[in-house]
């Protein structure tokens, strides 16, 4: 499920009931901002909420804030919200100190509102991308697929659009299908990612217990990740599978591939051995570089679930290096 559905669902469940329910938006953050940029909150006037601005005070006095508005019963409620988590600034402090600032909308969802919000909700179930677009005239939702993942052009607080790519941003590629990458799935499963799992055994009981991957894909040989597996910023990669000879078939298959991120499990014994006879045959140093080999942090990990922290956190470095 991807993490932004719950929020909308209640949002849906409201309108459905006649509920009054307000949508609070992290239009922008900068800094070392709690909140990121698409963070969103649904509250409504049975108490209810669901996601996350951040957490912490300024989300908590957000909430108190979303509800008072609600209990006003104006028709059409919208507001931005400037936040500065320092208290050394001249205004509109968060009551936080972990520096940064983000740019919070405020807005009341209208009753006609419900077959957008719809079509989203489907959209997102089936995990589809799309373009959600926020404005103080409303919501807006579109199938067209953005160039970027976020645009906001904002010149007032009455005038500025802001545009969103709904649905999973980033792609991983999981490649064998045994007991680290069931770990791996399972703590992937928890963050912005659609995950395909690849293996060429079957049947096998840790990929009948991945109930984490979106998507399963059974090969007769592992060189077929190459047609199936597109280069992208947001494709993250990672190879593990039962043996050095299918590794390396993997690896083969994607090295004219261009990821964002790509890794192969295994022993610093095993994976110099793999990378060195890939530069004997004539490789480039600057194509064998972009591997991280062995994957991970080197954090000692042993266990299926220790690996996984180790290669998550890697590539939560790598995703998040220009941000």
Same mark, same amino acid.
């Given at each position: ?45 049975? /108490?209810?909420?669901? /996601? ?56 009341? *969802? ?56 709904? /649905? ?56 077929? *990740? ?26 083969? $298959? ?8 790509? /890794? ?15 530069? $004997? ?5 600057? *194509?064998?570089?972009?591997?991280? $080999?062995? *994957?991970?942090? $080197? ?7 220790e690996i996984a922290v180790s290669i998550a956190a890697e590539i939560i470095q790598v995703k998040n290096r220009l941000l």
């Amino acid at each position: 499920m991807h993490k932004q559905l719950p929020t909308w669902q209640l949002i849906q469940k409201s309108l459905q009931q006649k509920t009054a329910v307000m949508l609070l938006y992290v239009l922008e953050s900068k800094g070392s901002s709690p909140g990121r940029q698409g963070f969103l909150m649904a509250v409504n006037t049975a /108490g209810e909420t669901s /996601g996350s601005l951040g957490g912490g005070i300024m989300e908590h006095k957000f909430v108190e804030m979303a509800k008072a508005k609600l209990r006003q019963n104006i028709l059409h409620e919208t507001s931005l919200h400037y936040q500065f988590h320092d208290k050394e600034a001249a205004k509109n402090q968060s009551g936080m100190i972990c520096s940064g600032e983000q740019t919070i909308f405020f807005y009341k *969802v209208l009753p006609g509102e419900i077959n957008i919000i719809d079509t989203l909700i489907r959209s997102l179930e089936q995990n589809k991308n799309g373009t959600l677009q926020l404005s103080p005239e409303g919501i807006d939702f579109s199938e067209d697929i953005p160039a970027s993942d976020f645009t906001l052009e904002l010149e007032t607080e009455s005038t500025f659009v802001y545009r969103e790519k709904t /649905g999973y941003k980033n792609y991983l590629h999981i490649i064998g299908g045994g007991h680290c990458a069931l770990a791996f799935s399972r703590l992937m499963s928890t963050m912005d990612f659609f995950i395909t799992l690849y293996d060429d055994r079957r049947p096998l009981n840790t990929i009948e217990q991945n109930q984490f991957a979106h998507e399963v894909k059974i090969l007769d040989d592992y060189s077929q *990740v190459s047609s199936m597996i597109p280069s992208g910023t947001n494709r993250y990669v990672v190879i593990m599978t039962v043996g050095y000879r299918t590794d390396e078939i993997a690896l083969r $298959a994607l090295l004219a591939k261009d990821f964002k991120y790509i /890794g192969l499990l295994g022993s610093k014994t095993k994976t110099n051995k793999l990378l060195k006879d890939l530069q $004997a045959e004539g490789f480039a140093n600057d *194509v064998l570089s972009r591997i991280h $080999a062995p *994957v991970g942090m $080197a954090i000692k990990s042993q266990s299926p679930e220790e690996i996984a922290v180790s290669i998550a956190a890697e590539i939560i470095q790598v995703k998040n290096r220009l941000l």
